[in-house]
């Protein structure tokens, strides 16, 4: 992923409006669907479905799942609500395309990362930026699929609880391999891996295209403060 870079001018972009606590930084530019879209042989805007997912995800990021109605998710791209119904069977069916999707993305983006390095503490390394990355250019997803897992039905609701598990599983047989091998040094592998997650969880909430930190920067920060929160040696040094 391109890192993101600072203003031309190198000022800081204006604050958007303040919102509750613990919501994803706003990024919209301008409303969805405003923009004239090529049409499909209906007549249709060809992207329409991405536009009606794309509309859906910013409520359900606004408002809770529970609160948004399909008239709102309709009247966001310029449909009628029952409109939507031609592109997705459900507002629950708009969910599961979101949390599964963004689920299954981060897991392919965890795996890849740990595939690219060879020892331990890079395995770590890249696994961490790959975390935090998702989340600074993901914010909306990151955080759908966080808080609305209950209200998924079965089986996908217990699907993703698997799939989370298993990726805060493999970030913490990194560190116990680590600390094992004596190149980490960390009392509970298991709240050093939490704390991580969280750690790059929380960049949803704040960081913004145009800030002083760019993506790749971010990610490498987070990375080494990942390491030093486990007791990671110095790259090159052994012990005894």
């Known amino acids: 992923m391109p890192g993101a870079t600072g203003s031309a001018r190198g000022t800081r972009p204006e604050l958007p409006p303040r919102r509750r606590s613990g919501q994803p930084a706003d990024r919209s530019r301008q409303?969805?669907?405003?923009?004239?879209?090529?049409?499909?042989?209906?007549g249709?805007?060809?992207?329409?479905?991405?536009?009606?997912?794309?509309?859906?995800?910013?409520?359900?990021?606004?408002?809770?799942?529970?609160?948004t109605t399909v008239d709102e998710i309709g009247a966001r791209v310029g449909i009628r609500g029952p409109s939507v119904?031609?592109?997705?069977?459900?507002?629950?069916?708009?969910?599961v395309d979101v949390v599964v999707g963004t689920t299954d993305?981060?897991?392919?983006?965890?795996?890849?990362?740990?595939?690219?390095a060879g020892d331990v503490r890079g395995q770590l390394r890249r696994a961490v930026e790959a975390h935090v990355r998702f989340h600074a250019e993901h914010p909306r997803e990151a955080f759908v699929a966080g808080r609305e897992v209950d209200s998924l039905p079965e089986p996908h609701r217990s699907g993703v609880l698997?799939?989370?598990?298993?990726?805060?599983?493999?970030?913490?047989r990194l560190i116990e391999t680590g600390a094992r091998d004596g190149v980490f040094a960390?009392?509970?592998?298991r709240l050093a891996a939490y704390a991580i997650l969280d750690?790059?969880?929380?960049?949803?909430?704040?960081?913004?295209?145009?800030?002083?930190v760019g993506q790749d920067e971010l990610a490498i920060r987070y990375a080494d403060f990942a390491l030093r929160l486990?007791?990671?040696?110095?790259a090159g040094r052994r012990s005894g």
Do not use: C, I, N
């Open 199 to 212: 750690m790059g969880a929380g960049v949803a909430g704040w960081f913004r295209p145009g800030d002083a």
């Open 44 to 67: 249709q805007p060809a992207d329409r479905p991405e536009q009606v997912r794309t509309a859906a995800l910013e409520l359900f990021a606004a408002h809770g799942y529970r609160a």
């Open 85 to 95: 119904y031609k592109h997705f069977r459900s507002k629950q069916e708009l969910l």
């Open 186 to 189: 960390v009392e509970s592998p």
């Open 105 to 116: 993305a981060m897991l392919a983006a965890q795996r890849a990362a740990v595939r690219s």
């Open 230 to 234: 486990v007791g990671a040696r110095r």
């Open 162 to 172: 698997r799939k989370q598990a298993e990726y805060e599983r493999r970030l913490r």
């Open 31 to 42: 409303p969805a669907g405003r923009s004239r879209q090529p049409a499909d042989r209906s």
